[in-house]
């Protein structure tokens, strides 16, 4: 607790300082300057179009050889049979008969064997045709425009009376300090390492988001130095929308055929084409079979390109080497003896160097067209740029660049007082529509600790002082040394490589700041105050308080002038050289 003591200045003038340079010219004597530049720029608009038609057709055979026996056995009898009868004899004096008898059996046996022969051959023909456009329209806006940008400086003496000089000077800002008291004060004392840490990398970010003007890097990278594993880092870093990713290293492509019906003397024939896509070659091949055989002997005999395999009984899968086949690999078979026959089979196909190459050359060209897009962007808007006319002001001013300062010594300071980062501050969320919305419950709590930490403490009157970059980062050093902010203060408080600041206490709030140093809780855990608390602040007093109401503060000692060098140059009237006198108050001021 001590007296508050606040050193307050107000600038009163301007005033040229040292010599920055001198322009001299000889009597009779004429200099030009004139600097030149030319820029033109295209507009390039290309169509691309591309249309691919695939036709494939698969053309299988199937032979079918069947034989079959017929046996007819015909066995036929035929009986006749012939009966007569005589009767002789005499029953009475009138009644003679006589009697006989006669038959006959004829059998005839008949055998008949038929042989039939029965040959077909089934032709199935699989046609598919596949047509693909692509089109690629790629629009590169780039203005034709021609800028050419003169800068004539001309100084002319050659009708002059003599020789001539111009005298440029450096402006220094001219303050009247005074120092007040507003008496007995709690102050906490804070230490902040690099105050001007975040600012630097927040103007520095709005700086290139604003002007947009990042060149892009040359794109140097030759076609065979593409690879599936650096493409999307170009990619990224071209911005381009067009690029195919490679080729798959391995494709596969299938086959298969059944057939049934047959008995033990039914053999089947097959063969078919396999269509191998462009850019890749056949390596390996795999034939796999289900059957149902009627004898030992039977067989499947496969065709794979120029392979050949033989599957015996009890052999169900085969695989082999292919020798590099491309655009399609024939396939045959034929069975023995063999009533059902299921086959499946695998081509592994791979990509070929040269399908590579082509992807790489492809890539390559669309990348390339990507960085020259990007390139002739960066060109249209410098162009834009130099074309702008008038006096470019830089910097803020010095005003804004103040309150910069305070709200940035005050972060740090709430954030070393209660020993967080604001990382759990965040009282709008957002809402069902997507809409950001308050959390009136996060507010609940955030809402009376904001205000205690902005109420208990007069920032309004808080008060620091800088030390040199050296005690910041080492590796900041040179970035530091080399800022140029037209605001001297403001260029001291970026470079600062730790601050001192003294922050004070609002009369009456002592026993509140106590209680939350110890306890952690704001307003002494009993909420906000009402309006009859004496802890209660009106807004009408922050407010005024802000704009810097005068208060019950007494000047102590006389008031001096503050000169600060600034980076302005102005040009004298004359071409004497400046000289300094001292006045009757012992100061030193320009004659």
């Excluded at 798959?248 to 003397?265: C, I, L, N, P, Q």
């Excluded at 160097?353 to 067209?369: D, G, I, S």
């Excluded at 604001?422 to 969320?429: K, L, Q, Y």
Aim: some cysteine; charged content about 30%; proline content about 5%.
């Amino acid at each position: 607790m001590a007296d508050l003591l606040i050193i307050k200045q107000q600038l009163i003038k301007y005033e040229a300082a040292d010599v920055a340079h001198i322009e001299s010219i000889l009597k009779g004597e004429k200099k030009d300057r004139e600097h030149s530049r030319r820029r033109e720029t295209e507009e390039v608009t290309f169509r691309e179009s591309e249309t691919t038609t695939t036709e494939e057709r698969e053309l299988e055979s199937t032979n079918r050889f069947e034989m079959s026996r017929e046996t007819e056995n015909t066995l036929r009898e035929d009986a006749s049979l012939k009966a007569g009868l005589t009767l002789s004899g005499r029953y009475g004096p009138t009644v003679d008969f006589s009697a006989s008898a006669e038959g006959s059996l004829d059998r005839t046996k008949e055998e008949a064997t038929k042989t039939a022969a029965k040959f077909s051959q089934e032709v199935t023909e699989r046609s598919s045709r596949k047509i693909t456009e692509r089109v690629l329209q790629r629009a590169s806006l780039r203005v034709t425009n021609e800028v050419i940008e003169k800068n004539l400086h001309t100084l002319d003496n050659t009708d002059g009376p003599a020789n001539i000089s111009g005298v440029y000077q450096w402006v220094n800002k001219v303050y009247e300090a005074q120092m007040f008291n507003y008496g007995l004060r709690t102050m906490f004392d804070f230490t902040v390492p690099e105050p001007g840490a975040f600012l630097i990398a927040a103007l520095e970010k709005s700086h290139a988001h604003a002007m947009e003007l990042e060149r892009p890097l040359p794109f140097t990278l030759r076609p065979n130095e593409i690879d599936e594993i650096n493409y999307h880092t170009y990619v990224s870093l071209y911005r381009a929308t067009d690029v195919t990713p490679p080729p798959d290293e391995y494709k596969t492509k299938s086959f298969d055929f059944k057939a049934g019906g047959g008995d033990d003397s039914t053999d089947y024939d097959h063969s078919g084409q396999i269509v191998i896509d462009e850019g890749y070659q056949a390596v390996h091949g795999s034939v796999g079979k289900v059957a149902n055989i009627w004898e030992d002997a039977a067989t499947v005999d496969v065709v794979l390109g120029k392979r050949t395999h033989r599957f015996p009984k009890g052999d169900w899968m085969w695989s082999t080497d292919l020798d590099l086949e491309t655009d399609s690999i024939p396939f045959a078979l034929n069975t023995y003896k063999i009533s059902h026959v299921a086959i499946a089979g695998e081509v592994k196909c791979q990509r070929t160097e040269r399908a590579m190459r082509k992807w790489r050359h492809e890539t390559h060209a669309k990348l390339t067209q990507a960085y020259k897009v990007l390139q002739a962007d960066y060109e249209e808007k410098l162009a834009n740029l130099e074309m702008q006319v008038g006096v470019a002001i830089k910097g803020k001013s010095p005003a804004l660049n103040l309150q910069l300062m305070k709200d940035e010594l005050r972060k740090n300071c709430v954030a070393i007082l209660t020993d967080q980062h604001f990382e759990r501050f965040g009282a709008v969320a957002t809402g069902s529509h997507g809409l950001p919305e308050s959390d009136l419950y996060e507010n609940e709590a955030e809402g009376p600790y904001v205000r205690f930490i902005e109420q208990a403490f007069e920032w309004e009157h808080m008060t620091w002082v800088t030390y040199p970059y050296f005690w910041g980062r080492k590796s900041q050093w040179e970035s530091k040394v080399s800022y140029e902010e037209n605001d001297p203060e403001f260029n001291q408080f970026l470079k600062a490589g730790y601050c001192r600041v003294v922050v004070p206490a609002r009369p009456g709030f002592e026993g509140a700041i106590d209680h939350f140093m110890h306890f952690g809780e704001p307003w002494k855990g009993k909420g906000l105050p009402p309006i009859s608390s004496p802890l209660y602040l009106p807004i009408a007093d922050e407010i005024a308080e802000r704009l810097a109401r005068p208060g019950e503060e007494v000047p102590q000692g006389d008031p001096w002038l503050v000169r600060v060098p600034t980076t302005l140059v102005h040009l004298r009237a004359d071409d004497r050289l400046p000289v300094w006198i001292k006045n009757a108050a012992g100061e030193w001021v320009p004659e």
